[in-house]
């Protein structure tokens, strides 16, 4: 999916690919992403709603716990489509917002429980990877 070349000489940008059964379960289900979850494990975006609604709910270890599965599930498919550890992800793909919002919520929940290293550097890996998620989520 990449149609632009990088002039400054960094990495393209990573997009990962779309997910149409699973978009469509979670908004038949928004209310329900434990279900979403459970039928696409791989779909960081039911877990970022889980990590939300765990720490809008105060069960922050929770939160952390699902945020935690989510990103790695997401470095998981970020790799699968080309990442090398670095670069752009942008939030403008939505498919990459699911990974962007549970790199956030790590980085809140981890802050939450005092993990103030891991917070520091899901915040700066936020920023790093997508200025716009960062300006959107850390706000």
Known sequence: MNSHRNLLGGPDPTYLQENEEAYAL??????????????????SLAWAALADEAFEGGRV???YAYARTGYHRGLDSLRRAGWKGHGPIPWSHEANRGFLRCLAALGRAAGTINETEESERCWQFLKDSSEEAYAELKG
């Open 26 to 43: 979670f908004g038949e289900k928004s209310g329900a992403p434990a279900e979403v979850a459970a039928a696409f494990p791989t779909f």
């Open 61 to 63: 270890v929770e939160s």
